[in-house]
């Protein structure tokens, strides 16, 4: 037998031994791991942190709104109470300033003085699930509970992505969205979301793939599409209106006369 393919025979053993290995650690210790797992939030400290960083507390809201102040951000839910603004720089003088400000119940963030370091932020938000509005930009969302009572999202020409974390983020009660002008919001978490509503419009496009929606009523805008449990429905037509409804079997059951 040629050197070479001993080699690959002995590569090819140890690595069915590593397999083994991981499946025997997960069925003794009861845990379901991903080896390739993403974490958002772990990958942002490791790729932009530095060791000039500002940290801003921000004022309490209901609806906001950030403008294309980066290419991207992190957004983290159920981090804490308050609502903390973290971007890094590459040196003390050139940490990136912050300029905001409100509009009744709506915080407005306008501009960022200076580029982040890897042209990203983080925005740790509390549970209460605020309006959330993006322009012009890619946003990654990651929840750090178990559940969520409301998420709504706004956007145009922008990006939603919901990551998991390794979390026990399990449950949604309702989604709402606003999704126009080649937007996009997609999830491959398998949670369970209660409600889900809203419109896709103009280019632009919901994946919820993975999710179980147990009821939901979006409306498909002009070239435009959904993905909802696995199933796709698209709306090649400018000139037409379609409504996706799906109705909670439960709820339904227990109606009288049912």
Not at 77 to 103: A, Q
Not at 130 to 143: G, H, Q, R
Request: aromatic residues 8%.
């Amino acid at each position: 037998m040629k050197l070479s393919n001993i080699i690959l025979t002995a590569f090819s053993v140890l690595f069915i031994v590593y397999l083994f290995g991981v499946c025997a650690e997960i069925r003794l210790r009861g845990e379901k791991k991903n080896m390739f797992s993403y974490n958002p939030v772990q990958r942002f400290e490791e790729k932009c942190s530095s060791n000039y960083k500002t940290k801003i507390p921000l004022p309490s809201f209901k609806v906001l709104k950030i403008n294309k102040i980066s290419q991207s951000g992190l957004v983290v839910l159920g981090e804490n109470r308050n609502t903390m603004f973290t971007v890094f720089g590459d040196s003390e003088k050139k940490i990136p300033n912050l300029e905001y400000h409100k509009s009744g119940d709506t915080l407005i963030i306008d501009k960022m003085n200076g580029t982040a370091r890897c042209k990203e932020f983080k925005l740790e938000l509390g549970e209460s699930g605020p309006e959330l509005i993006i322009d012009s930009m890619s946003v990654t969302l990651a929840c750090k509970t178990e559940s969520l009572n409301r998420l709504s999202l706004k956007g145009s020409n922008a990006s939603f992505i919901f990551s998991d974390i390794d979390t026990n983020f399990k449950f949604m009660d309702s989604l709402d969205v606003d999704l126009k002008n080649n937007s996009s919001f997609r999830s491959s978490i398998q949670i369970s979301v209660k409600h889900v509503a809203g419109k896709v419009s103009k280019h632009s496009e919901m994946d919820f793939w993975s999710a179980k929606v147990k009821s939901a009523e979006v409306e498909i805008g002009e070239h435009s599409r959904i993905i909802i449990e696995g199933k796709r429905y698209d709306n090649p037509d400018p000139s037409a209106q379609l409504i996706y409804r799906k109705l909670n079997q439960e709820d339904s059951g227990n109606q009288p006369g049912k």
